[in-house]
């Protein structure tokens, strides 16, 4: 396939109405663009994962990784949101920043690479923005298998706050729910003594634990906070006291908390009550060390390209970052601003996109 520009090549995957799990055929094309890479699918239930790889010299095994999948557009845009429109400097689309502006720098940047230590592979899926249950984990097994597993990985989500170079991710929080259910009695609003009104006794322990900081936090990390973020009981009645009350939370936590830590926690409040807990983790806190290769390499690339003396950060979400970390993966993030994901109207600079490309080069050639 001819080769495009980074711009070119970033609008062409912008066409692509790739809502979770659908690719569209962006990775095909992909893979076509890449011809000169060695490409293989390793597709699970109704999701496609591709992964591409060159090997050039015995040095280390370096990744880029990322998705081609976008989240439904919604409403409230100005122009078709798979449509790329340039205006007012700013190229519009979903996905511009969320994340096809990272996938194109680090495919052009790989396409263009001619030298190299080691081995370039790149990690698409298209199964980040729904459950990541059949996505970068099962490529990531797959290579674990084929003793393949990268030896660094840089996830090209958007991670910037003010401009571009100013932040990147070199661990992310935990992400713990659950489901706290207070057994009660029902009975009449008029004879309050004959019933248990789990309201009642729910709102005693409230202010101990709604937005409750469970640890200190550190250096990079903010603190793992108890946040509620439902509680519903009763039939929308006036005269009927309920017979049970549903409470809902969720606590993004750091590598200092843990689930059974907030099962005591909440048992330390709700043990002399009749109550049930359910709590799962859909994610682990996790952070590369600071003194890793990948970390050093990324943030001079950063300063070359941008002169900024970029930050260490582990805010936002989750991501498929984690994935890498679980297997044992030093594993960064870098991306331009996150500051439209999801929004209608996600847009992002040309500058922004040519930018991360120059770094992702600069980022190649120090390995």
Request: some cysteine; hydrophobic content about 40%; charged content about 25%.
């Amino acid at each position: 396939m001819h080769k495009l520009d980074t711009l070119e090549l970033f609008i062409k995957l912008l066409s692509f109405r790739s809502v979770t799990p659908d690719d569209d055929g962006a990775l095909t094309f992909i893979r076509d663009y890449l011809d000169d890479f060695e490409a293989e699918w390793i597709n699970r239930v109704n999701v496609k994962n591709l992964f591409l790889y060159k090997k050039f010299g015995n040095g280390p095994h370096l990744c880029f990784a990322g998705h081609i999948d976008v989240v439904p557009p919604g409403d409230g845009w100005a122009s078709d949101p798979f449509v790329p429109k340039y205006e007012d400097g700013y190229i519009y689309a979903r996905g511009t920043q969320d994340m096809k502006s990272g996938v194109a720098a680090f495919v052009q940047a790989c396409r263009e690479t001619t030298t190299f230590n080691g081995t370039l592979s790149i990690l698409l899926t298209s199964d980040e923005e729904g459950e990541a249950k059949h996505g970068t984990i099962e490529v990531l097994k797959y290579l674990k298998e084929k003793n393949f597993l990268p030896d660094y990985a840089v996830v090209a989500e958007p991670t910037c706050e003010e401009r571009f170079g100013d932040a990147i991710k070199i661990g992310r929080r935990g992400s713990i729910n659950g489901i706290i259910e207070k057994i009660g009695r029902q009975g009449h609003a008029a004879y309050p003594e004959k019933a248990v009104n789990p309201i009642h006794k729910v709102a005693q322990v409230l202010p101990h634990i709604a937005g409750v900081d469970l640890d200190e936090g550190d250096a990079f990390f903010a603190p793992s906070k108890f946040v509620i973020t439902d509680i519903r009981a009763g039939m929308e009645v006036t005269n009927v006291t309920p017979g049970k009350l549903k409470m809902m939370f969720n606590v993004r936590n750091n590598t200092k908390t843990t689930k059974e830590d907030i099962e005591t926690f909440v048992d330390g409040y709700f043990k002399d009550m009749n109550y049930l807990l359910s709590i799962t983790q859909s994610a682990q806190p996790f952070m590369t060390d600071k003194e890793s290769k990948i970390v050093g390499a990324i943030t001079e690339a950063i300063r070359e390209v941008t002169g900024l003396d970029t930050k260490y950060s582990t805010a936002g979400g989750t991501s498929d970052a984690r994935f890498f970390a679980e297997f044992g993966v030093d594993v960064v993030e870098f991306g331009v601003r996150n500051d439209t994901i999801h929004a209608p109207n996600e847009r992002t600079t040309p500058e922004e996109v040519t930018g991360l490309k120059r770094v992702f080069e600069q980022l190649i050639t120090f390995f």
